[in-house]
């Protein structure tokens, strides 16, 4: 078998970073494009501008990059034989335990708790990062007593009852001015909840049955359709017993999960593929990544300013060059590389074709062309990463990206539950309004927060010290 491919690491790690660093950043001087395309700086949320950003890529690479794991995680237990049912309840497991976190890390952030942010917020703060060690890593702990497995769900048990006890007793005098509310939760932590579970459920049952899994896919765009209308199929769409966790609603990143899975498949087959001992064309292979990149750098550009037959028309040319690159590539990597351009051309122009409904592309609320678009950009980043981590094995230049990736839990809370409090204790926060000042010091805060964020989580993914639900 081949090392470890890094690529599905570095996507994830990507998103991760730039997730955290498009929220840190103080928008007020920074141009449109430098946000959220439908809430630009200065401006509340518009739907009705349509057009994608960076910023707008983020979220669905985390969730294809997710996608991408499951032939890893759960293909590989059901290889050795695990049952359905068991990963099935796993599954669950894993969903409810992500509810949790999203509630959790939502009502102990320190302005949550305190406005104006003191001393109390931020200690709270701090022990409830520290609680999610034993939330989230209970068999790391569990290693040292004798009896691992039954110490492993005492630590998790206890720490989950330590994180409740502390949600519920915590007087909170935050911006929100609310008391515990399970309704108060962290949005995207949510969806990804749902798709962890139910995306999970769906590629177990049809685990080497890809066609099968994307026939799925044409249920929930129906039901979608549909929902506007009255009939069983709304009663469906409108049935939330338990809306605080799930809504059919979040159902619609289906489009982005299931493709992600394809691309987990192409990698897991090109890892246990015989070594070639063919000649690599190392020109080729760079001309190929750089084309993958400027296909997806020329549609955030060309969507974002509206330049759609100049976009078409680029995407063809970029398309075409990058298909006779690969053509007559029949190394391990050339064929690998192949099927993760094929799916990626035909999702990205499916989505382009579909840009003129319901208005053009949009994340919010997201449209049929964004789901497309965006899961067909995400497999040529997974091609241009293979490039660069697989093919090239750039590591130390990709480590901070790949050792992010693959603690993605730990750096989505470590700005919220660890810098801020310790800059806060530490009183440098006082000094944070010279960031206000103008758009290079906007930026510059954002990116101070993410490299200590980031510096957070390599240190606990040195020591191996992963969450995970």
Known sequence: MKTRALSIDALRGFAIIAMILSGQMVLTYLPAWMAHAQVPPNSSFNPNIYGITWVDLVFPFFLFSMGAAFPFSLGSKLENGASKCSLSLNAFSRGLQLVFFAIFFMHMRPFVISSPVDLKACV???????????????????????????????????????????????????????????????????????????????????????????????????????ST??????????????????????????????????????????????????????????????????????????????????????TLVLLILNYFLLKSDTSGFGVFWKKLFSAGAYCLMFGLFLEAYEGGIRKDSSTYSYYFVTSGLAFLAVLFFSMICDYFKYIRATKFLVLTGQNPMIAYVATSMVVMPVLTILTITNYFDAFNENAFMGFLRGLILTILAILITIFFSRKKWFWRT
């Open 124 to 226: 709270i703060s701090l022990v409830s990062f520290a609680l999610m060690f034993g939330m989230f890593m209970s068999d790391s702990f569990a290693k040292y007593f004798k009896k691992q497995e039954t110490s492993s769900f005492i630590i998790k048990i206890v720490a989950f009852a330590l994180g409740f006890a502390l949600m519920f007793l915590t007087n909170y005098q935050g911006k929100d001015n609310h008391n515990f509310d399970i309704y108060y939760s962290d949005i995207i932590l949510v969806v990804l909840a749902n798709m962890a579970f139910l995306a999970s459920v769906i590629y177990i049952f049809t685990f080497k049955k890809p066609e099968n899994r994307l026939l799925v896919l044409p249920f929930i765009m129906a039901t979608f359709l549909a």
């Open 229 to 314: 209308n009255e009939g069983w199929v709304k009663q469906l769409y409108d049935f939330t017993p338990f809306a605080w966790a799930n809504k059919f609603y979040y159902l619609k990143y289906f489009f982005i999960v299931i493709p992600g899975t394809l691309a987990g498949e192409y990698i897991k087959e090109w890892t246990i593929s015989p070594q070639s001992n063919e000649e690599q064309n190392d020109n080729k292979a760079i001309a190929t990544g750089l084309v993958s990149l400027a296909i997806i750098v020329s549609n955030v550009y060309f969507l974002f300013t509206r330049q759609l037959e100049i976009n078409l028309a680029v």
